[in-house]
């Protein structure tokens, strides 16, 4: 079984499945992805990922969703995203997660106050509730860390990771588990590779970022959770393990990191 730790269910690009999403799911559950946590990048894709979850969780897919508010969004929604609303949106057992948040400077590097200031929220939330932070972080390494230090927030994924160790370090350090996507099985990414090998086994989780960054060998095509096992498969062959081994590996620290506090 593969737990896909980031995807957005509610983007996917649903071309080749005659626009039905049933077909992704179908695609999902053929290729042993029993596990996914649909991630929310703005309050007014609640309502959407809500019904997905509700109507694709069954005893063969087990669905879950995260509650928060991206970097990149416009400042009004960045300031939408207050502690008690996000707690208020995410007390309930179907949302597993707070995020994905954290800071974006390549996109935006206007709203950074306004960022690192939800970001703050963000982490509160996660704090009161108990949850795991999704943390999303690009061209800011120095400043997420900063944040999420002075804030003492030890509980959480550090998603779609790309940095180097010793960011991967850092946040190991604070307690967060580090989600490598297909971007590790990208040629020139031998860098992240490398900061792979050094994570410890029990911090790591794989995911699809879907539906951005297929990884190899479906790279360039629209990116889904069913391929989810090719990230898992580039790692295993780093890592000179069974793709199954990884599969486990990664479900097994999913379950720890959604239990850390209960
Ligand atoms: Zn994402």
């Not at 400042?75 to 609303?85: C, D, G, M, P």
């Not at 994905?100 to 106050?113: A, C, F, K, R, V």
């Amino acid at each position: 079984m593969f737990t896909d730790s980031h995807c957005h269910l509610n983007r996917l690009d649903l071309t080749k499945y005659d626009g039905k999403l049933a077909g992704a799911i179908a695609a999902m559950k053929a290729a042993n992805v029993n596990r996914a946590m649909a991630i929310m990048c703005d309050i007014a894709e609640y309502d959407d990922i809500y019904q997905i979850v509700q109507q694709y969780s069954d005893n063969t897919l087990t669905l879950g969703m995260s509650v928060g508010v991206h970097p990149c969004e416009d400042l009004a929604v960045l300031e939408s995203a207050t502690v008690e609303r996000l707690v208020e949106m995410a007390s309930a057992d179907h949302v597993w997660a707070i995020g994905e948040t954290g800071l974006d400077y390549y996109w935006s590097d206007e709203n950074i106050q306004a960022q690192q200031a939800s970001l703050t929220r963000h982490v509160h939330a996660s704090q009161i509730l108990k949850k795991p932070l999704v943390i999303h972080t690009r061209e800011a390494k120095h400043d997420t860390l900063a944040v999420l230090k002075a804030e003492k927030a030890e509980h959480g994924i550090i998603h779609c990771f790309t940095e180097d160790w010793e960011t991967a370090k850092q946040a190991l350090d604070l307690g967060l588990y580090i989600s490598f996507s297909g971007i590790v099985s990208f040629k020139n990414a031998q860098s992240l590779r490398d900061a792979a090998l050094k994570v410890p086994k029990d911090r790591l989780l794989i995911e699809t970022d879907s539906p951005y960054l297929a990884p190899v060998p479906k790279r360039g095509k629209p990116n889904e959770p069913a391929y989810v096992p090719y990230v898992a498969s580039c790692l295993a062959e780093l890592f000179a393990m069974s793709t199954e081994a990884v599969a486990e590996l990664t479900t097994k620290n999913f379950n720890n990191l959604l239990e850390q506090y209960h």
